[in-house]
């Protein structure tokens, strides 16, 4: 059995590595806006250029938070749930597998919002701000899976609302 010490670091490595990935991706976006919103508009997106400057905004916080571990609960199940609007709107089109093109298929995706569970239910870990704080312990276990599934639930009204399938020949 693993000693809590490695699991700590272990935590620390998925946390700042999905934190990252979440960074440099709301970075990507925010960096070419208009261009992210001509994506949203393509695969089906009503009002693009709202959509493209919270997804970067929420994947820009998502990340920073995920790094230092503040909240992490909540920044895992944000990560959780724009890997839900990913999926539904893009990625399961395609398939599994993430090399097929044009639009990729769901494995990156269903990989991230599976890595989300696990940091929302078992927490940051020692080396987090949530710990440093005392904030830990009252964010993991039933609080992340409430919290985890809140934010799906939160991904389907953005969809219900701001998405819809483009026409044949039209996006995805």
Do not use: K
């Not at 890997?83 to 991230?112: K, S």
């Amino acid at each position: 059995m693993i000693e809590a010490g490695w699991l700590d670091v272990v935590l620390l490595t998925l946390r700042v590595w999905a934190g990252v990935v979440m960074l440099a991706h709301g970075v990507n976006h925010a960096r070419s806006l208009e261009g992210t919103a001509g994506w949203f508009a393509r695969v089906g997106f009503r009002q693009p250029l709202l959509n493209a400057l919270l997804s970067a905004g929420a994947e820009i916080a998502i990340g920073l938070a995920l790094i230092a571990g503040l909240l992490t609960t909540v920044a895992a199940a944000g990560l959780a749930a724009t890997m839900a609007v990913a999926f539904w709107t893009i990625h399961r089109f395609v398939g599994f597998f993430v090399f097929r093109r044009p639009d990729e298929g769901y494995e990156y995706v269903a990989t991230l919002a599976l890595l989300a569970f696990a940091l929302a239910v078992v927490g940051p870990g020692r080396f987090s701000v949530d710990n440093a704080i005392g904030w830990a312990e009252h964010l993991d276990g039933v609080t992340g899976v409430i919290v985890y599934v809140a934010a799906l639930g939160a991904a389907a009204v953005q969809l219900a609302v701001f998405w819809r399938r483009p026409a044949d020949g039209e996006g995805p």
